[in-house]
Structures are given as C-alpha cells and as structure tokens.
C-alpha cells in the first residue's frame, strides 16, 4: 500500500522560505512521477510543480516558477518543494502526490495522496 506523509509547512512572512518534504513508503520510489498541489480556502485543488520518475523531469505552473523548485531523493524515497519568495496568495493546503503506474502524462492520473501540510504565508 502506497503511503505518503508531508511536513515542513507552516507560517511564514511574504518573502521568506519554506521547505517542504514527502516521503513515500509501500513501493519502489525512483520510477514514479511525484507531484505537488494545493488548495486554498473556497478554491480548487490546483497543480503546483510535478517530477517525472527516472529522469526527473519537472514542471511548474507559471505562477510559482522562477520561486518554488521541485526535487526528489530516490535514496531517502522522498520529493521536496523548495517555495522561496513566498506570497500571500500562496497560502494553502499542500499536498504531495504520486500515480497508480509508472510514465503517462506528467501533470495527470495522480492517484496517491498524502493528508497535506498548511502553509500560511502573512503579508
């Protein structure tokens, strides 16, 4: 059973830094496309930023690059979001993710995820 458990949000002032981490358990983590996205309070959950498996290709949605760096450590069965930069309209529930099989496009068919950590950025 694929599992996965977020840490690192919190509450931080606009333009300042946060690290968030997510370690999976329950299969071989390097082959797997791994995601992050969030919600914020009356809106949809949104895509964030996404890591292929293998080659690490990654993705962001034009709001948070050039801000929020995604990686991964396939030692440590882990995918990390480096959010710097930070805004208000950032604050949100964060969630990591990861799909049911290996490949497929790289911003759909997540089916794993974690209970999601709050980040709270004041302005």
């Known amino acids: 059973q694929v599992q996965l458990v977020e840490s690192g949000g919190g509450l931080v002032q606009a333009g300042g830094s946060l690290r968030l981490s997510c370690t999976a358990s329950?299969?071989?983590?390097?082959?797997?496309?791994m995601a992050w996205f969030r919600q914020a309070p009356g809106k949809e959950r949104e895509f964030v930023a996404a890591?292929?498996?293998?080659?690490?290709?990654?993705y962001y949605t034009d709001s948070v690059k050039g801000r929020f760096t995604i990686s991964r450590d396939n030692a440590k069965n882990t995918v990390y979001l480096q959010m710097n930069s930070l805004k208000a309209e950032d604050t949100a529930v964060y969630y990591c993710?990861?799909?049911?099989?290996?490949?497929?496009?790289?911003?759909?068919?997540?089916?794993?995820w974690g209970q999601g950590t709050q980040v709270t950025v004041s302005s």
């Open positions: 993710a990861t799909k049911g099989r290996i490949g497929g496009a790289l911003l759909s068919n997540y089916d794993y």
């Open positions: 329950g299969r071989t983590f390097s082959r797997y496309d």
């Open positions: 890591i292929s498996g293998i080659v690490s290709i990654t």
